[in-house]
């Protein structure tokens, strides 16, 4: 279940529009799917070309901090053919990815994992954003 006490969320149009076709597809759990509908029916939209540097948009690479180690990893959100956990590669369609897509540096990501448990982890850093590099269409 998502957490309806989330901040707000920026997606670009064009994340908007890819994760929208995606939910079409069959195939993702239920739950993920409910997690993954809620962000991008209530995420504010905007231009790649004008999304800021601090957001986590698609293909961002990010440094977070867990927040009951404290332990930091760096994760990239990206599409579920992409997926690889060992790599820190983690689906827009796992409750990681969709907890941590569209909220800016220095937030709080929240998602239950699948014992039932709500893990968290701080955004310290957005390492990489591929609309900050120029790259609109990854």
């Not at 990010?62 to 927040?67: H, K, Q, R, S």
């Not at 907890?99 to 937030?107: N, P, T, V």
Request: proline share 7%.
């Amino acid at each position: 279940m998502f957490f309806s006490q989330q901040p707000a969320r920026l997606l670009t149009e064009l994340d908007h529009i890819r994760i929208t076709r995606l939910l079409q597809r069959p195939g993702p759990p239920a739950d993920t799917l409910d997690q993954v509908e809620d962000l991008i029916h209530s995420a504010e939209l905007v231009s790649p070309y004008k999304v800021p540097a601090n957001v986590v948009t698609m293909y961002s690479q990010v440094l977070i901090a867990d927040g009951h180690t404290g332990q930091q990893r760096k994760l990239t959100v990206c599409y579920p053919h992409d997926a690889d956990a060992d790599a820190g590669f983690v689906s827009v369609l796992s409750p990681a990815g969709a907890g941590l897509l569209g909220l800016k540096k220095g937030r709080v990501a929240r998602w239950q994992t699948p014992d039932g448990a709500t893990a968290t982890a701080k955004i310290v850093d957005i390492l990489f954003q591929p609309e900050q590099s120029g790259d609109y269409l990854l």
